[in-house]
């Protein structure tokens, strides 16, 4: 049997105001390959999830793994590497003033060679039908435009696993 890609084990998370946890005894695994989809109620979890798996929170109980890994002990930046995420609301990921630059800007930072950064922004511009609009200001672009931009500076990193928070938003 393969080794799961992501797994939680009996995971629990409690928010400071909360009496009760958010997240109690959580268990799953996701196989690479498989595309996860999780709905439920505004409140029920799901982007609590989302934040356990990214390092933004911390379990009170339980481990969360990345291929066979325990990721409690690595830091954001080292998470990041390997997953992917895309916040809500493209206003609260976008920083740079062109669609181009916003979408390079992760490369930019990792320090790759201008001629990789073109050709990979192009290839995933053209992939989210945005490449007509690299040279358009982000003010200029509707919300779900700004979606499919931040999507596309995710999905430039290659990252290993991919989170969407609300994508059908815009």
Do not use: C
């Amino acid at each position: 049997m393969a080794t799961p890609l992501i797994e939680f084990k009996n995971v629990t998370f409690k928010y400071h105001a909360q009496a009760e946890p958010t997240l109690h005894d959580v268990s799953f695994q996701i196989f690479p390959g498989e595309k996860v989809l999780i709905a439920g109620a505004s409140g029920s979890g799901k982007t609590t999830l989302s934040h356990l798996l990214t390092g933004f929170l911390m379990p009170d109980a339980g481990d969360i793994r990345l291929d066979g890994q325990s990721v409690l002990g690595q830091s954001i930046k080292t998470r990041a590497e390997q997953v992917g995420y895309v916040l809500q609301n493209p206003n609260h990921m976008i920083t740079k003033s062109t669609v181009f630059d916003e979408v390079a800007s992760g490369l930019v930072l990792r320090q790759v060679e201008p001629a990789e950064i073109e050709q990979k922004v192009r290839s995933v511009l053209r992939l989210l039908d945005l490449d007509g609009m690299r040279n358009w200001p982000i003010g200029a672009l509707s919300f779900g435009q700004k979606k499919r931009v931040t999507i596309a500076a995710v999905l430039v990193l290659s990252p290993q696993i991919l989170i969407l928070d609300e994508p059908t938003a815009g």
